[in-house]
């Protein structure tokens, strides 16, 4: 089956722990990214890939890293978080970095609570 | 600020009527799209209208745009309960080298009640 799997769907952590969130896709996608989603905020865009070891800033980049080693995977880095990083995350992928011919496929997100 | 801004924020109507939601932006787009997310779930992709389109039917979902008023509409007839979700626009805007850049809305919450 086709889809964007991110791991973990939950995650409790305390200040400054590091983490990651793993995100992988099965449908050789070029592009993908990662979004939060915050109450009366929507959704921002936080980095992008276009492609293998491709990475650039979306929106909200402050405090995250991410690479693209491998084209299936991109992994979403909190080097030191804090509670304002308290969010609902997804990932996402497309088949190329051109919106016009190629929507989004999201996962099923990562609710991250830091204390 | 959000590119996309839906209304309403929230919509409540019976099983087996039409749902409504609209949408407004700010800049000019290459393409507009439409997407659900069931509670707590990611979003799934509905339907894109590129600019240059004016109206696109799937299934029991119908969208419109009106690119001289920066305005789209969604249209669900015949509403399920399973159609209960949030439902957002998302738009592509003409820059350069922006990867996918989608910008979504707030969405707009629709219960559809049995």
Same mark, same amino acid.
């Given at each position: 089956?086709? =889809?964007?799997?991110?791991?973990?769907?939950? %995650?409790?952590?305390? !200040?400054?722990?590091? %983490? !990651? *969130?793993?995100?992988? =896709?099965?449908?050789?996608?070029?592009?993908?990214?990662?979004?939060? =989603?915050?109450?009366?905020?929507? +959704?921002? =865009?936080?980095?992008?890939?276009?492609?293998?070891?491709?990475?650039?800033?979306?929106? *909200?980049?402050?405090?995250?890293?991410? &690479?693209?080693?491998?084209?299936?995977?991109?992994? +979403?880095?909190?080097?030191?978080?804090?509670?304002?990083?308290?969010?609902?995350?997804?990932?996402? &992928?497309?088949?190329?970095?051109?919106?016009?011919?190629?929507? +989004?496929?999201?996962?099923?997100? !990562?609710? %991250?609570?830091?204390? | 600020? $959000?590119?996309?801004?839906?209304?309403?924020?929230?919509?409540?109507? $019976?099983?087996?009527?039409?749902?409504?939601?609209?949408?407004?932006?700010?800049? /000019?787009?290459?393409?507009?799209?439409?997407?659900?997310?069931?509670?707590?779930?990611?979003?799934? @992709?509905?339907?894109?209208?590129?600019?240059?389109?004016?109206?696109? @039917?799937?299934?029991?979902?119908?969208?419109?745009?009106?690119?001289?008023?920066? /305005?789209?509409?969604?249209?669900?007839?015949? /509403?399920?309960?399973?159609?209960?979700?949030?439902?957002?626009?998302?738009?592509?805007?003409?820059?350069?080298?922006?990867?996918?850049?989608?910008?979504?809305?707030?969405?707009?919450?629709?219960?559809?009640?049995?």
């Amino acid at each position: 089956e086709a =889809q964007v799997t991110q791991n973990p769907r939950y %995650l409790i952590t305390v !200040t400054g722990k590091k %983490l !990651t *969130v793993t995100c992988s =896709q099965n449908m050789n996608h070029e592009y993908m990214s990662w979004y939060r =989603q915050d109450p009366g905020l929507g +959704l921002r =865009q936080i980095y992008y890939s276009m492609n293998v070891e491709v990475t650039d800033k979306g929106d *909200v980049p402050e405090g995250y890293k991410v &690479s693209r080693k491998e084209k299936r995977n991109f992994p +979403l880095i909190l080097e030191s978080p804090s509670p304002n990083q308290t969010s609902l995350y997804f990932c996402a &992928s497309s088949l190329t970095g051109r919106a016009y011919n190629s929507p +989004l496929h999201f996962g099923n997100g !990562t609710r %991250l609570t830091v204390t | 600020s $959000q590119q996309g801004e839906e209304d309403p924020q929230a919509l409540s109507i $019976q099983e087996g009527e039409n749902a409504t939601m609209n949408c407004s932006y700010k800049t /000019s787009i290459n393409n507009l799209q439409w997407y659900r997310q069931n509670s707590g779930r990611g979003l799934v @992709h509905l339907i894109l209208i590129r600019s240059n389109e004016r109206e696109k @039917h799937s299934g029991r979902l119908r969208v419109t745009l009106d690119t001289s008023k920066k /305005s789209s509409s969604l249209l669900i007839t015949a /509403s399920r309960a399973a159609d209960t979700a949030s439902y957002f626009c998302a738009t592509d805007a003409t820059r350069k080298a922006a990867g996918n850049k989608l910008t979504f809305g707030g969405g707009t919450r629709v219960l559809v009640k049995p």
